[in-house]
Structure formats: structure tokens, C-alpha cells
């Protein structure tokens, strides 16, 4: 792939997939800088005009502009059997687990951004609840995983699922969610961080 451009935010975790992603292929791209926090360029008439509902990450890819986290790690996948299965039962699989990504796990990323920078949303407990009942679902998964044999979210090695669901469990201390009640994600935390080229971001421990 050849002329790839992101505009990003480095603390924010949607940019952050694209980023994990982009280093787990090998490839390199030029980085525009949005500020999200506190200067609000995402609302602006400049970054509109790249993005028209405001969503980041922004990936110019052979001149098309693929905009939100889920459509950029398509976008990359696409192509790539190893990350983003052919198979139907697989690839039904992964398509579950972007959604989930792009639906309930959402409350771990609006819990995030509240605690980290302030916000209006749902009352605190209720958005908590949500977030912690989304990262069980993903710790039972994956409990379950581990009885078969298994260390990934869908089949025998990472998939473009689980780079979508990384950062939720990864961030989690960002708003006083402890690893320790996750034994099964923390493990599987572990086996990302080990992935050839994993990048971090500010707020993802080296440790675990």
C-alpha cells in the first residue's frame, strides 16, 4: 500500500487501533495531528471538510478517504486471510466481534473519556455497569477459549477482532478498572503485547 495518511489523536483509542494495526502489517503512515482535547479540531470547518461527520480516525488509502475506527481496520484487512478470514464461520465470527466493538464496548470508551476529560453522557453507575458488563463478555469469551485450547478472540491467531477489541481492556485503568478481576483478558493482553509490532500508547502499562 503506498500514499497512506492518518489524522489522528495519540490519546485517542479509535486513532490508537489504526496505529496498533498499521504497525502489526509493517506499514507506515504520514500522521496529520487532530486536537481533540481541548482544542476541538474534529468540529471544526478544516477537519470536517476531511471528515464530514467528525469521526476519527481518518485513513487516506490510494486516495479514498475511509473514515471511524471499524472502517479503517476493514480497510486494512481487507486482503490479508491472516488477519481477516475467508472462511464463513471465521469471518462471521470476526464481523461479530467488530460489532461488538463499534456497539457495547463503546461504554468502556465514553467511560474513558469521562473520567479522563470530563463529558455528558449517561449517570456514571449506569455507564460503569455498562462498561464493566462489556468487558466481562469479553473475559468469559475468552475464558471459554482458553478450556478449548484457544489464546484469540476468533481461531488460531489474531485477527483484525481482536486489534478492534484491544484497547477497551488494555485502557481499563484509565478509569479505575483493575486487571486483577479479568484473569482471562489479562492473559490475552499479554499475548497482543507480544504480537511483532505492537506499539502502546500513553495509558497501556508495559506490564500486566
Given at each position: 500500500?503506498?500514499?497512506?495518511?492518518?489524522h489522528?489523536?495519540?490519546?485517542d483509542?479509535?486513532?490508537?487501533?489504526?496505529?496498533l494495526?498499521l504497525?502489526?502489517?509493517g506499514?507506515?503512515?504520514?500522521?496529520v495531528?487532530v486536537d481533540?482535547?481541548?482544542g476541538?479540531?474534529?468540529d471544526?470547518p478544516?477537519f470536517?471538510?476531511?471528515?464530514?461527520a467528525?469521526?476519527l480516525?481518518v485513513?487516506?488509502i490510494?486516495?479514498?478517504k475511509?473514515?471511524g475506527?471499524?472502517?479503517v481496520?476493514?480497510?486494512?484487512?481487507?486482503?490479508?486471510?491472516?488477519?481477516?478470514?475467508?472462511e464463513r464461520?471465521?469471518?462471521?465470527?470476526?464481523?461479530h466481534?467488530?460489532h461488538?466493538?463499534?456497539g457495547?464496548l463503546?461504554a468502556?470508551?465514553?467511560m474513558?473519556r469521562?473520567?479522563?476529560f470530563?463529558?455528558a453522557g449517561d449517570?456514571?453507575?449506569?455507564r460503569?455497569r455498562?462498561?464493566?458488563g462489556?468487558?466481562?463478555?469479553?473475559e468469559d469469551h475468552?475464558a471459554q477459549r482458553?478450556l478449548?485450547g484457544?489464546?484469540?478472540?476468533?481461531?488460531?491467531?489474531a485477527t483484525?477482532a481482536?486489534v478492534?477489541?484491544?484497547?477497551?481492556?488494555a485502557?481499563?485503568?484509565d478509569?479505575?478498572e483493575?486487571?486483577?478481576?479479568y484473569?482471562?483478558?489479562?492473559r490475552?493482553?499479554?499475548?497482543?503485547?507480544a504480537?511483532?509490532g505492537?506499539v502502546?500508547?500513553?495509558g497501556i502499562?508495559d506490564?500486566?
Amino acid at each position: 500500500m503506498s500514499d497512506l495518511v492518518l489524522h489522528d489523536d495519540d490519546l485517542d483509542e479509535d486513532c490508537y487501533r489504526a496505529r496498533l494495526f498499521l504497525s502489526l502489517l509493517g506499514l507506515e503512515a504520514r500522521r496529520v495531528a487532530v486536537d481533540v482535547v481541548p482544542g476541538g479540531e474534529q468540529d471544526g470547518p478544516a477537519f470536517r471538510a476531511v471528515s464530514p461527520a467528525g469521526m476519527l480516525p481518518v485513513l487516506r488509502i490510494d486516495g479514498q478517504k475511509v473514515c471511524g475506527a471499524g472502517a479503517v481496520l476493514l480497510a486494512l484487512a481487507h486482503g490479508r486471510p491472516e488477519w481477516l478470514p475467508g472462511e464463513r464461520a471465521d469471518f462471521a465470527r470476526v464481523a461479530h466481534w467488530l460489532h461488538f466493538a463499534g456497539g457495547p464496548l463503546r461504554a468502556t470508551l465514553l467511560m474513558r473519556r469521562a473520567c479522563l476529560f470530563g463529558g455528558a453522557g449517561d449517570a456514571p453507575s449506569a455507564r460503569r455497569r455498562a462498561a464493566v458488563g462489556a468487558l466481562r463478555i469479553m473475559e468469559d469469551h475468552l475464558a471459554q477459549r482458553r478450556l478449548e485450547g484457544g489464546t484469540w478472540f476468533v481461531g488460531e491467531g489474531a485477527t483484525v477482532a481482536d486489534v478492534a477489541l484491544f484497547p477497551a481492556a488494555a485502557l481499563c485503568r484509565d478509569w479505575g478498572e483493575e486487571y486483577s478481576a479479568y484473569p482471562a483478558l489479562r492473559r490475552w493482553v499479554r499475548a497482543v503485547r507480544a504480537l511483532p509490532g505492537f506499539v502502546g500508547m500513553p495509558g497501556i502499562p508495559d506490564y500486566g
